[in-house]
């Protein structure tokens, strides 16, 4: 890792020599330096394999420029960088890359201007995930496939399940998953604003399934974390602990059933769905599943969600943007009413100036200011905030809430008969983001509703959903009070999820084959 | 022996640095002493973008980048891996022979430490550590090749401005098709690839590939409906693919214009046009190739790549439902129709063609299902060991810096006899689905649904009312084993971007099909 201070200088030096060119009307220098170490598990009893696949590691440093040019027919931007190089010389390699490729864009209006809110959140990352070392990452990944060990081979069940064989290892034990660590450091300069500011975060994830195969059965353990010292290989031994209760899983038929959603279905329809529609961007290109519905109720009046990106501990925590913005709290949904979007200054400045905002939004851009702050605007496309990229719209922690304190217990209650889904799959809008039809199929970590108790597991892989996202959100039965740092794969995001009631799911059978071939 | 370098990163440089990382790659296992593997590559792009949103410029990028990936098998008492990757710059151009050094002792650090771990549980863990195993790799015979990039209009000489200009004319022809379109976006890449490929064995391997490709996305909003459409065009070859279009025996690429605007036009249509029911049960459906390229790429070449199969994508892509234990496989078993044949062949042109491999072996034909029976997967040298199998060349990886893993090169169904339109003309009651959209597929693969562009009625083997947000879902043996038509118009298309591993990896790769006849459940809006 390049250290903060090398990230903070070359910002400064950049800055200066930027601020001297004569045909650069302003510009950005974003400067950033990122270490992505995986130690992914595979692990197969029934199967040669080797633990611990993957010990590996992606590195990469280096800056770019923003940069808008004077022109005779308005105003070009453009955006260019250099890997590796943070010497004045990567700048002005830079910039001439920027000058190359500018282009006009109406839309484009200024670079980011500060804030009227002021950054909170400072010296929040852990310095020992800094200096992991490469003995490190390796015993990490083994860390989380001997927990998971641990725990199948202490299951007194499993004995009476081996009965076909002496071995416990032919059951089909299948440990599978990785642990991340993501480090991060960045240093942001610009015309536009005061001074150069810096940012150093780190990320440590866990995401572990676990199957005993031979049964169907599978469990899902995680973990997100901002100190190493925090990973001790629990998403191992959960998800063992999980795919064990699984075996003997049932089918269930076609119908509608009240359900409750755990924590990582529900994830899955916040990445998916729900989030992907909350930004000012698919406003503006029509395709948000709540497109001319800001200020109306999109939900059930129990269901609040925000996005927090400044607080401490929280493992999608940033201390500014990647526009050198600070981060901070946006409320999106509030008591079912649909009340602020995530967004980037670009994607703001855009929304005001559009001549349309009255009609995409459903309400006049001027008439909702505190719903469009730019606190959401980062460089986010695998492996850290690039210095190559333009800011996009990304949300950090969100947060999921419902007014009435519930426990599952009072949820179970509640739905009396139906089914819990701990683990869905491959959720996706299915005809398209703005009509909110969703499919996805249940995995794993799922059980039968009876009299108001979890009963029978169901097995993997024999239920899909087909439904939409706005019934899903209509027919909100309760929402738990606790909830769970969850991220889903290749998302940046982490989701605080809770436990959430669902009055009407509608699932389908599927696979009835694979229980004969 | 420092080689001489140019001062911007350009293609040309995997000449000057061939030997020396040949040299680093061969002289590994003598260099480390229980390093008993190692392969090193090298990727130098040099890529254009423009983008354009509803008739304006949008952006514009040009640059150079290199990377490289670095993989160790090392160990004592037993063989582990350990990678390394890294993504570097101009600055780096000076040292690059020492960074790569650098980068194989970090991986080697890190496959030795893999290793005493692995001895240590395998011991501890006594039968359920039985499994831990030696790292091997399939044989291969080495390989020493160059291949070049194919193009009739250079992605390096092609002008930005010019880029920029021609996607922001069709931006602007496609929000005129009509005023019910209410966003469009258009875009265009062209780029050049040469990869380097060096192991302790002798392999040294230099190919270039060129790539370029057109996007475009499309919201139609009308009184009744709306509709998003996207969809891509690409090719292997220059800026000649986007502006002029490629027809060649298996590829009918429009030009950019013309086929934005003609899905501009589509979903225009498509928003005026009822919604789709579902169905309760099972109908007879027809499905042209483009829907049958996807339905290819999900059904067949995912559950078809050994990695999954062995369990490796457990946690992230998923498993297949083909193998469920070494001695428990579907091959030699029906899983289709006797009509059925099904492939993946890194020969065939396309996003998906190669020369060799990411680990240097010869991409080859690899039959998956041969007239409905299963036959087998497509592997990697470590996948191929396990099964005792020899390796067939299918281990890619999206950038160098990534781990490469088992990947569908062009995957498709073999095409039939039948003529598309006797196809359609034998249905009394039934639907013709046309042109994918989006996938939903079962975790294992043996259950799809997957979303069409559109969807039409046939009535008396007519082709009837269009609809619109249908698609089919089936379970995938039912549908394959109910498949009583293929037709002759085997097509490629390209597919944009699959993701796999973890971190996830997006490539481009190939897919096709001829247009076949089965029976689905029909899905329509919620």
Not at chain 1, 310 to 339: F, Y
Not at chain 2, 33 to 44: G, H, M, N, Q, T
Not at chain 2, 480 to 508: T, Y
Request: with cysteine; aromatic share 6%.
């Amino acid at each position: 890792m390049v250290s903060l201070a090398t990230l903070k200088r070359t910002a400064e030096e950049g800055l200066r020599y930027l601020r001297r060119q004569k045909d650069v009307q302003e510009a950005e220098v974003f400067v950033a330096s990122n270490d992505g170490l995986t130690a992914r598990v595979n692990y197969t009893s029934h199967i040669p394999c080797n633990g611990v696949e993957e010990p590996k590691s992606t590195s990469s440093h280096g800056l770019g420029v923003r940069a808008v040019f004077q022109n005779p027919q308005g105003p070009r931007i453009g955006l260019g960088s250099e890997a590796g190089d943070l010497s004045l010389n990567g700048v002005k390699a830079a910039l001439e890359k920027a000058r190359r490729s500018a282009v006009h864009d109406p839309d484009f209006t200024t670079l980011p201007r500060p804030s009227p809110e002021s950054r909170t959140l400072t010296k929040y990352h852990d310095p020992s995930a800094m200096t992991l070392t490469d003995t490190d990452l390796v015993q990490a990944g083994w860390r989380v496939l001997t927990r998971a060990l641990d725990e199948f081979a202490k299951a007194g069940s499993l004995s009476a399940l081996a009965q076909t064989g002496p071995k416990l290892r032919e059951l089909g034990f299948i440990v599978g998953g990785d642990v991340t660590v993501l480090l991060e450091r960045m240093a942001i300069g610009s015309t536009r604003l005061p001074k150069v500011q810096t940012d150093e975060s780190t990320l440590i994830a866990s995401f572990v399934t676990a199957m005993v195969e031979r049964e169907g059965a599978k469990g899902t353990g995680y973990g997100c974390h901002t100190r190493l010292s925090a990973m001790r290989g629990d998403a191992g031994a959960e998800a063992a602990r999980n795919a064990l209760s699984a075996v003997g899983g049932v089918r269930i038929k076609d119908g509608e059933y009240a359900v409750i959603l755990g924590p990582q279905p529900v994830t899955e329809l916040m990445c998916n769905l729900i989030l992907p529609s909350l930004t000012v961007a698919s406003f503006y290109d029509c395709s948000s599943a709540f497109h001319g519905r800001l200020g109306r109720q999109v939900a059930h009046d129990d269901l609040t969600i925000y996005d927090h990106g400044a607080l401490t501990g929280h493992m999608g925590s940033k201390g500014i943007t990647c526009e050198g913005l600070p981060t901070g709290r946006t409320d999106l949904i509030k008591d079912g009413k649909l009340i602020g979007l995530l967004s980037s200054f670009y994607e703001t400045e855009r929304m005001l100036h559009d001549p349309a905002a009255k009609e995409k939004l459903g309400v006049p851009p001027e008439d909702c200011p505190s719903a469009l702050v730019p606190r959401n605007g980062f460089r986010f496309g695998g492996g850290g905030r690039r210095f190559d990229m333009a800011p996009s719209v990304a949300p950090t922690n969100v947060f999921i809430e419902g007014r009435k304190k519930k426990t599952r217990e009072d949820l179970l209650r509640q739905v009396q008969n139906g089914v819990y889904i701990g683990r869905i799959w491959y959720t996706y809008p299915i005809n398209g983001l703005r009509t909110g039809d969703f499919t996805a199929t249940v995995v794993g970590d799922s059980y039968m509703i009876k009299d108001g108790k979890l009963t029978a597991p169901i097995k993997a892989n024999v239920v899909r959903i087909n439904d939409n996202i706005h019934q899903v959100l209509r027919n909100i039965m309760g929402i738990t009070s606790k909830s769970r740092g969850t991220t889903i794969w290749a998302a940046d995001e982490v989701v605080y999820a809770p436990e959430i009631a669902v009055a009407r799911l509608r699932l389908t059978e599927i696979a009835g084959f694979m229980d004969v071939h | 022996m420092m080689p001489t370098v140019s001062k911007a990163i350009t293609t040309d440089l995997v000449e000057a640095f061939k030997n020396s990382a040949a040299d680093l790659a061969a002289e590994a296992p003598d260099t480390y002493k229980l390093c008993r593997y190692a392969d090193l590559r090298i990727e130098v792009t040099e890529e254009k973008h423009a983008g354009s949103e509803n008739g304006t410029s949008k952006y514009a990028f040009e640059d150079s980048h290199i990377a490289c990936g670095i993989r160790v098998l090392a160990g004592d008492s037993t063989i582990a891996p350990g990678y390394f990757g890294q993504l570097l710059g101009k600055a780096d151009l000076p040292r690059l022979t020492q960074t790569l050094a650098s980068g194989l002792k970090r991986a080697y650090a890190r496959a030795v430490a893999n290793a005493r771990e692995k001895a240590r549980i395998r011991d501890k863990y006594k039968d359920l550590g039985e499994a831990l195993s030696d790292t091997r790799l399939a044989p291969v015979e080495v390989q020493r090749d160059t291949v070049k990039a194919e193009y009739a209009i250079d992605p390096r000489q092609v002008c930005l401005d010019d880029m920029v200009r021609y996607v922001t004319e069709v931006s602007r022809a496609v929000q005129d098709v009509d005023e019910q379109l209410k966003y469009n976006a258009v875009s265009a890449v062209t780029l050049v690839t040469r990869e380097l490929f060096a192991s302790s064995e002798g392999a040294c391997i230099d190919q270039s590939f060129a790539l370029t490709t057109g996007s475009v996305h499309v919201v139609a909003v009308s009184e009744t409906g709306d509709q998003e459409l996207s969809d891509t065009i690409g090719h292997q070859r220059g800026w000649e693919v986007v502006t002029e279009g490629i027809v060649e025996e298996h590829i009918r690429n429009l030009d950019l214009l013309t086929f934005s605007t003609n899905l501009a036009r589509d979903a225009v249509k498509l928003a005026h046009a009822p919604p789709l029911r579902s169905s309760d049960k099972d109908v007879a459906v027809v499905t042209d190739p483009h829907f049958n390229a996807l339905l290819a790429h999900e059904i067949i070449g995912h559950p078809t790549e050994l990695d999954r199969a062995l369990k490796m994508e457990t946690a992230y892509a998923g498993r297949s439902w083909l193998l469920r234990a070494l001695n428990d496989t579907m091959v030699g078993k029906a899983v289709a129709s006797a009509l059925v044949t099904a492939y993946s062949d890194p020969s065939l042109p396309g996003f998906g063609h190669y020369k060799y491999d990411h680990e240097g072996t010869p991409g080859r034909k690899v039959v998956h299902i041969e007239k409905g029976i299963f036959r087998g997967f497509m592997n990697n040298r470590q996948t191929a060991a396990i099964l005792n199998v020899p390796p067939n060349g299918s281990c890619m990886a999206t950038e160098a810096h990534l781990v490469p893993l088992v990947r569908m090169s062009t995957t498709v169904f073999a095409g039939g006899a039948r003529a598309p339109e006797d196809i359609i003309r034998e249905v009394d009651k039934g639907y013709y689905v046309v042109g994918h959209r989006i996938p939903s597929i079962a975790e294992s693969r043996e259950n799809f649904r997957i979303s069409a562009q559109k969807v039409y009625e046939i009535r008396n083997g007519q082709i009837g009312q269009l609809y619109r947000g249908g698609g089919i879902m089936a379970d995938t043996k039912t549908f394959l084993m109910k498949v009583d038509a293929v037709g002759r118009d085997f097509r490629l298309f390209p597919i944009s971007n699959c993701g796999k591993g973890q971190p996830m990896q997006g490539r481009r790769l190939g897919n096709g099909g001829p247009t076949l006849r089965s029976r689905a459940h029909l899905t329509g809006p919620a």
